[in-house]
């Protein structure tokens, strides 16, 4: 249990249309959520979508997965932080060089520095398809499980600040490494649909397992008062920590 840290809340901006997107933004003002947008937004709305959300002094989470070679990472990563946005995610399987390139371009610039989250395996491979992957890559198939340990090992190693992680990964990453900055989606209010996700946790069950933040789309976003949902998960996650 990491209950000195608190469990912030992550609103997935999932949309197809970013004044869809900024009608939430606008009903959730005031609350202290962030707003991760993804691929589908950001092509949509592009950076001036990100550049408004700060304007309106949202906090922004780019979740929008580099992996290139390392000169172009660094580049978007620079181009990162000229958006202000307060962490991003690239794909750790870039390996060291890239995660590093990253790394050094941030710690040279001087804005505030985005947090860099690494992404591990993706929750949506099962062993069948990453055992596919990871023959073809190596020769010899390796479980979603294992790969996932062992770039998480590298993670901050190579200049992560953090990792995105399953519900499931959490509470074996929290005994290795118990300060490690971890951002975990999947993450269901009691009583909501886990729609695709396939292992899911409790905002109050995340929080006793040691989230830094969860990710929570769907049920905020198709909630009829997505304002009053939100107060109910940010209650649920201060009142885990008094009971805890
Ligand atoms: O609607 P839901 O709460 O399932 O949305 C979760 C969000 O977190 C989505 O934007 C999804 O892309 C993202 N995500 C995830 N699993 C990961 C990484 C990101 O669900 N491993």
Not at 33 to 59: N, Q, S, T, W, Y
């Amino acid at each position: 249990m990491n209950l000195h840290r608190n469990t912030e809340l992550i609103v997935a901006l999932d949309f197809p249309r970013p004044d869809r997107a900024l009608e939430l933004v606008d009903e959730l003002r005031g609350k202290p959520v962030i707003f991760k947008v993804g691929m589908e937004l950001f092509l949509a709305g592009g950076p001036d979508f990100v550049r408004e959300l700060v304007h309106r002094k949202a906090r922004v989470f780019l979740d929008l997965k580099l992996h290139d070679i390392p000169n172009t990472v660094a580049r978007a990563a620079q181009q990162v932080a000229l958006l202000k946005v307060e962490m991003f995610t690239l794909h750790l399987s870039g390996g060291s060089a890239m995660v590093r390139a990253a790394a050094d371009v941030l710690s040279e610039i001087d804005l505030l520095r985005p947090r860099i989250l690494g992404v591990g395996v993706l929750t949506s491979f099962d062993d069948v398809r990453w055992a596919e992957v990871t023959k073809a890559l190596t020769g010899h198939a390796a479980t979603p499980d294992d790969s996932a340990g062992g770039m998480i090992e590298h993670a901050v190693a190579w200049g992560a600040d953090g990792v995105v992680c399953s519900a499931l990964e959490l509470v074996s990453i929290r005994k290795q490494y118990p300060t490690l900055y971890t951002v975990v989606p999947g993450i269901r209010p009691a009583g909501f649909s886990a729609d695709d996700q396939a292992r899911v946790m409790t905002p109050a069950q995340a929080r006793l397992a040691g989230a830094d933040a969860i990710v929570v789309g769907r049920p905020i976003i198709e909630a009829k008062n997505p304002r009053s949902l939100c107060e109910d998960i940010m209650k649920e996650l201060s009142d885990a920590a008094i009971s805890a």
